[in-house]
C-alpha cells in the first residue's frame, strides 16, 4: 500500500516571496498605485481622448501607512471582483480605456503590493453608482480559493473615484522626503494636479522642468521632417553659445496624428520617456548633441518591471531624435551660432553634410583673420592660396604674404575634418605644397638593435590589434619637426617615425633596461602617438570595418546567449498559479529567471589599486602629445591594452593623478556577460559619454563612424544627490585586461561606488544600439 503527500502551500508566504519580484521596494509600490489613480482620473476625465479639468490625486504617507486616493471613474463591484483582485487580469484593453490614455497594461493587480504591504484597504465608488464599495485584504490570512478578502457595500460619503490605504510591513517604510525624490521624475509634468502630504508635485510644463532656463533660448527655425514612417515639426531654438533645445510637435505615425511631444535639450542629461506624461524610463540615446529631456509618445512601452523600455520603442524614439539632430544641424548651419557648436561640427562630419560647414570660420594668414568658409573666395580675390594641418610658423610666414593666403585648419577634431572637406571639396583649393618631406630614410644597417625592436614592435602592433593587414614602419629624418609622418600608396601603409622625436627616446631606455615592461609601453605609443595620425586608415574606423566589427560581435552574443525573454511575462505568472495553471516549481523557476537585470556586486575584496594590479601602466614613459588634444572636445580612441594581465578586481583606484589615465583616479569594470559577448567593440576607437541622475549612471560608447553605439546603464540601490545629476563626453580611458574591461569613473561620482560597511550591489543592463543617419 503506497501513501501520497499533500501538497501544501503556506499562501502568504508566496505572494510576497513573488510579489516581490515585481514590487521590490515601497517606492515602486507607490508609484505604480499612483500610476493606477492617475488611469482612473483620465478614463473619467478624457473619456473622450481630450481631458478635461477637475481631475486630482493626494498621496499621504503617516509612518507605515500610505493612503494614496483619486476622483477617477472609481469601481464597480465586478471591476474590483474580477480585474482589481484578480491577479494576472486587467480591465486596461478596452476601447475606452485606449482612448483615454492610460499608461498601464500590464494587469498585475493587488497582489502585487503584497511583496511590501501586510494589509490592503479598498475604498471606491463607480462614476454614476450610488453605493459605495469596501473591501480589506491582509497577507497573512489571504488563502488560494477562499473567500478570505472582506468586502462590504455601504452608503457612499465621497464622490466617485478610490481611497487605497496599504499598510506597509514592518521591513519596509517610507520617509516623505524619500517619496517626494523618487516620485518626481515620473509626475512632474502631469497635467493632473498631485499632491504629496499636501504639496504639489505635478503640472508642470516640459521646458519648464529642463535643467537650463527656457528664457535663455531664442528661436532661430522650424522645419518639418519625415524618417521611416515619422515624422514631426521640429522648433529649434538656442543660447547665446549655440546650445540646442528642440521642441518636437504635430508628431505622426504612419500618416497618422498621434497625441505626443518632446522637449529636448543638448546636454540635457537623461531623456526620459513618458506616456501621457507619466514617466516610464530612460531612453538610451546616443547622438552628438546628446538630446536630454522628455518625450512623451504614445508607443512607448515599458518591461514589465517597469524599468526599462522595450527595443522597439528605443527604435521608434531614436528616429524622432535622430531627425531632431537633423533639423538642428540645418537650421543652425544658417546662423552666425553655427560657428560655436561643436555638436553641429561633429553631425556634418557624421554625415558628410559638408554644404552646411558655410558659417565655419577659419584662421587666415598674414592678417590672421577668422572668415567664414562661405566668404574665403571673396576673401583672397585673385590671390593664390593653399590650406595648411600644421602649426610651423616657418611654413605660414613663407607662403603668407600679399600676393597669397594661408588657410590654416584647427588642430582640434571635429572642427578639423569638417575645414579641410569643404577647403578640398567645396572650394577646390590646394594644400601648401611644402609640406613635411623625408629627409633620410634609414635602413636596417643604420639603427641599433633596441631602434630595430620599436619599428617591429610597432607594426605588429598595428597588424594584430588595429587590423592594418600591409604596413611598413621605418626611421627618418622628417622636415618641419614632424614626429610621424604616413603615406598610403598601392594599398600599402608606410609610417615614418622621425629618429629624433623626444617619444622615442623613453622608449629606447625601457627596451634596453625594463625590457618586462616594453610590450605594454609600446601599446601606449601607438595607441597616443601613431594612432592618431593613421586613424583614416584602420579599418575599424571606416563603415566596412564597422560591418565586420558588428558581426563579430553578433557571433559571440550567439555562442553564449542563454534563452531569455523581457520580463513582460511576469504578468501572468502570479495569476497563472492562483488559477491553477502552472505548477509551484515552474512558477518560481520562472520569477526566478525574469526577475531583474544582471547583478553586479562588489565587496571591498574586489577593490584593488592599478599599482598594484596592473603594474608599470602609471610608469609609462608614453604621454600624449599636448597638439593632439582641445581640452574639452574628444575624439573616438583606443583602448589601454593590458591583455598579458589578470585581475579578479572589480573595482581599480589610483594613488595619483597620471596622464596616460587622463587623470581619472576610479575605473569600474563591466560586467561579466558584456565581457563575453561585446569585448570586440571595446577593441576599436571609441568615444565615451557618462551621464547620471536619480538612480541611474548610464555610459554610452560609439565607435569612431557613430554607426554602432554600446550603452551600458548602472541602476544604483541609492538616489543620486540632485545637485550632483549631470553627464557628458569624457576622453575615452578603457582598460582592457586579460579578464575585465575596465571604464573609467567621473569624479563626482566616485562616492557612489565606494566600497563602505559592506558590499556595493548594483543592477546593470546593456545593448548594442545601431544609430540612425
Given at each position: 500500500m503506497t501513501e501520497g503527500i499533500v501538497f501544501q502551500v503556506e499562501t502568504s508566504r508566496v505572494l510576497q516571496i513573488l510579489a516581490k519580484e515585481i514590487y521590490d521596494s515601497p517606492l515602486a509600490m507607490l508609484r505604480e498605485n499612483v500610476q493606477n489613480a492617475y488611469d482612473a482620473v483620465r478614463e473619467r476625465f478624457a473619456a473622450t481622448g481630450t481631458l478635461q479639468p477637475g481631475g486630482r490625486v493626494d498621496i499621504h504617507i503617516d509612518g507605515n501607512q500610505v493612503v494614496i486616493s483619486d476622483n477617477g471613474i472609481g469601481m464597480t463591484e465586478t471591476v474590483l471582483k474580477q480585474n482589481f483582485w484578480n491577479a494576472g487580469s486587467s480591465g486596461k484593453h478596452s476601447e475606452r480605456a485606449r482612448t483615454a490614455g492610460v499608461v498601464g497594461t500590464f494587469g498585475i493587480g493587488a497582489m502585487a503590493n503584497f511583496g511590501v504591504c501586510s494589509k490592503l484597504e479598498i475604498a471606491t465608488r463607480a462614476a454614476g453608482g450610488n453605493i459605495a464599495l469596501i473591501s480589506v485584504a491582509e497577507r497573512d490570512t489571504l488563502k488560494i480559493g477562499e473567500e478570505c478578502i472582506a468586502f462590504r457595500t455601504v452608503t457612499p460619503e465621497r464622490e466617485a473615484g478610490t481611497v487605497?490605504?496599504?499598510?506597509?510591513?514592518?521591513?519596509?517604510?517610507?520617509?516623505?522626503?524619500?517619496?517626494?525624490?523618487y516620485l518626481v521624475p515620473y509626475v512632474s509634468l502631469l497635467p493632473v494636479p498631485v499632491y504629496l502630504n499636501d504639496e504639489l508635485i505635478s503640472t508642470r510644463s516640459m521646458n519648464d522642468a529642463l535643467p537650463s532656463p527656457v528664457r535663455a533660448y531664442s528661436p532661430i527655425g522650424n522645419k518639418r521632417l519625415e524618417q521611416q514612417g515619422l515624422g514631426a515639426l521640429f522648433s529649434i531654438s538656442a543660447d547665446s553659445n549655440g546650445q540646442i533645445l528642440a521642441n518636437v510637435t504635430d508628431i505622426t505615425v504612419g500618416g497618422q496624428a498621434i497625441d505626443g511631444e518632446m522637449a529636448l535639450l543638448q546636454a540635457g542629461g537623461q531623456l526620459m520617456g513618458l506616456r501621457s506624461f507619466f514617466g516610464l524610463a530612460p531612453i538610451p540615446a546616443a547622438g552628438n548633441y546628446q538630446f536630454g529631456g522628455f518625450a512623451n509618445l504614445p508607443f512607448l512601452q515599458p518591461t514589465a518591471g517597469r524599468d526599462a523600455l522595450s527595443r522597439d520603442s528605443i527604435d521608434r524614439a531614436s528616429v524622432l531624435i535622430s531627425l531632431a539632430e537633423k533639423a538642428s544641424s540645418e537650421i543652425l548651419a544658417d546662423t552666425t551660432l553655427a560657428d560655436r557648436s561643436n555638436a553641429l561640427l561633429a553631425w556634418i562630419a557624421g554625415n558628410n553634410r559638408y554644404d552646411l560647414?558655410?558659417?565655419?570660420?577659419?584662421?587666415?594668414?598674414?592678417?590672421?583673420?577668422?572668415?567664414?568658409?562661405?566668404?574665403?573666395?571673396?576673401?583672397?580675390?585673385?590671390?593664390?592660396?593653399?590650406?595648411?594641418?600644421?602649426?610651423?610658423?616657418?611654413?605660414?610666414?613663407?607662403?603668407?604674404?600679399?600676393?597669397?593666403?594661408?588657410?590654416?585648419?584647427?588642430?582640434?577634431?571635429?572642427?578639423?575634418?569638417?575645414?579641410?572637406?569643404?577647403?578640398?571639396?567645396?572650394?577646390?583649393?590646394?594644400?601648401?605644397?611644402?609640406?613635411?618631406?623625408?629627409?633620410?630614410?634609414?635602413?636596417?644597417?643604420?639603427?641599433?638593435?633596441?631602434?630595430?625592436?620599436?619599428?617591429?614592435?610597432?607594426?605588429?602592433?598595428?597588424?594584430?590589434?588595429?587590423?592594418?593587414?600591409?604596413?611598413?614602419?621605418?626611421?627618418?629624418?622628417?622636415?618641419?619637426?614632424?614626429?610621424?609622418?604616413?603615406?598610403?600608396?598601392?594599398?600599402?601603409?608606410?609610417?615614418?617615425?622621425?629618429?629624433r622625436s623626444s617619444a622615442i627616446a623613453p622608449l629606447l631606455e625601457v627596451q634596453t633596461?625594463?625590457?618586462?615592461?616594453?610590450s605594454q609601453f609600446m601599446k601606449d605609443y601607438v595607441r597616443v602617438n601613431v594612432y592618431p595620425r593613421i586613424q583614416q586608415f584602420v579599418p575599424s574606423s571606416t563603415k566596412g570595418g564597422v560591418?565586420?566589427?558588428?558581426?563579430?560581435?553578433?557571433?559571440?552574443?550567439?555562442?553564449?546567449?542563454v534563452e531569455e525573454t523581457d520580463r513582460g511575462d511576469l504578468e501572468g505568472i502570479l495569476g497563472d498559479y492562483l488559477s491553477g495553471e502552472a505548477s509551484f516549481s515552474a512558477v518560481l523557476q520562472t520569477a526566478r529567471a525574469k526577475s531583474r537585470p544582471q547583478t553586479q556586486r562588489v565587496s571591498a575584496e574586489q577593490v584593488g589599486t592599478i599599482e598594484k594590479e596592473v603594474p608599470g601602466l602609471t610608469d609609462s614613459p608614453v604621454r600624449p602629445e599636448p597638439e593632439t588634444g582641445s581640452g574639452q572636445e574628444f575624439i573616438a580612441a583606443p583602448p589601454i591594452v593590458r591583455d598579458s594581465i589578470s585581475s579578479n578586481m572589480k573595482i581599480l583606484t589610483t594613488g595619483g593623478k597620471y596622464p596616460l589615465l587622463n587623470q581619472f583616479t576610479m575605473f569600474l569594470a563591466l560586467s561579466d556577460r558584456l565581457m563575453k559577448t561585446e569585448a570586440e567593440f571595446f577593441h576599436v576607437p571609441h568615444t565615451t559619454r557618462i551621464l547620471w541622475g536619480g538612480h541611474r549612471v548610464v555610459y554610452i560608447f560609439t565607435e569612431a563612424t557613430e554607426r554602432l553605439?554600446?550603452?551600458?546603464?548602472?541602476?544604483?540601490k541609492n538616489s543620486i544627490d540632485r545637485q550632483n545629476t549631470g553627464g557628458g563626453m569624457f576622453p575615452t580611458t578603457t582598460l582592457i585586461t586579460k579578464s575585465r574591461i575596465f571604464v573609467p569613473v567621473p569624479t563626482m561620482l566616485e562616492q557612489e561606488f565606494q566600497v563602505a560597511g559592506g558590499p556595493k550591489e548594483f543592477f546593470v543592463r546593456f545593448d548594442l544600439l545601431t544609430n540612425r543617419t
Open positions: 487605497l490605504t496599504a499598510t506597509l510591513d514592518s521591513s519596509n517604510s517610507i520617509l516623505a522626503h524619500q517619496a517626494k525624490a560647414a558655410k558659417r565655419i570660420t577659419i584662421l587666415v594668414h598674414p592678417k590672421e583673420d577668422n572668415i567664414a568658409l562661405e566668404d574665403i573666395k571673396e576673401y583672397v580675390g585673385t590671390h593664390q592660396s593653399y590650406y595648411y594641418t600644421g602649426n610651423d610658423r616657418s611654413i605660414i610666414g613663407t607662403f603668407a604674404g600679399d600676393e597669397s593666403f594661408i588657410l590654416q585648419v584647427s588642430p582640434n577634431q571635429p572642427r578639423r575634418k569638417v575645414q579641410q572637406q569643404y577647403l578640398v571639396s567645396v572650394l577646390q583649393i590646394p594644400q601648401v605644397p611644402n609640406s613635411a618631406q623625408v629627409i633620410r630614410e634609414y635602413s636596417g644597417t643604420d639603427l641599433e638593435l633596441s631602434e630595430a625592436s620599436i619599428l617591429f614592435r610597432v607594426a605588429g602592433i598595428l597588424r594584430d590589434d588595429y587590423l592594418i593587414p600591409e604596413v611598413e614602419v621605418v626611421f627618418a629624418d622628417i622636415s618641419h619637426k614632424v614626429s610621424i609622418l604616413p603615406e598610403h600608396r598601392s594599398g600599402l601603409l608606410k609610417i615614418y617615425l622621425d629618429r633596461t625594463a625590457y618586462e615592461l616594453f560591418e565586420a566589427l558588428r558581426k563579430i560581435l553578433l557571433r559571440s552574443r550567439e555562442l553564449v546567449r553605439s554600446l550603452y551600458y546603464d548602472i541602476e544604483m
